[in-house]
């Protein structure tokens, strides 16, 4: 079965920074696309970064260019978000997701069939 299993949320003050980690277990991410994604309290799921198979194509919403990175050692089955300067609108679940790869890349939300649970982030003074 395949799995994701997102960590390295937590409370950070306004500033701060912290790295995401989506780790697959039942199957291996190379034939994969995957995308971050995060959804905060009264609003809709939202596409935050996405990233090939083989990492060489990435995409970002306007929202965290610049301040977000995303990466993937395939060797260790997992897929990072690093998350610099963090504000209080950064404030969500952060969910990663997973479809089988293809030309374009995507930050809609329907298109990812297989999801993890996702990981609190807390963005705060």
């Known amino acids: 079965q395949l799995q994701l299993v997102e960590s390295g949320g937590g409370l950070v003050q306004p500033g701060g920074s912290l790295r995401l980690s989506c780790s697959a277990s039942?199957?291996?991410?190379?034939?994969?696309?995957i995308g971050w994604f995060r959804q905060a309290p009264g609003k809709e799921r939202e596409g935050v970064s996405c990233?090939?198979?083989?990492?060489?194509?990435?995409a970002y919403a306007d929202s965290v260019k610049g301040r977000f990175t995303i990466s993937r050692d395939n060797a260790k089955n997992t897929v990072y978000l690093q998350m610099n300067s963090l504000n209080p609108e950064d404030t969500a679940v952060y969910y990663c997701a997973a479809k089988l790869s293809e030309l374009i890349l995507s930050l809609i939300p329907l298109k990812y069939p297989y999801w993890g649970q996702g990981t609190q982030v807390t963005v705060s003074s």
């Open positions: 990233i090939s198979s083989s990492g060489g194509n990435t």
């Open positions: 039942g199957f291996t991410l190379d034939d994969y696309a």
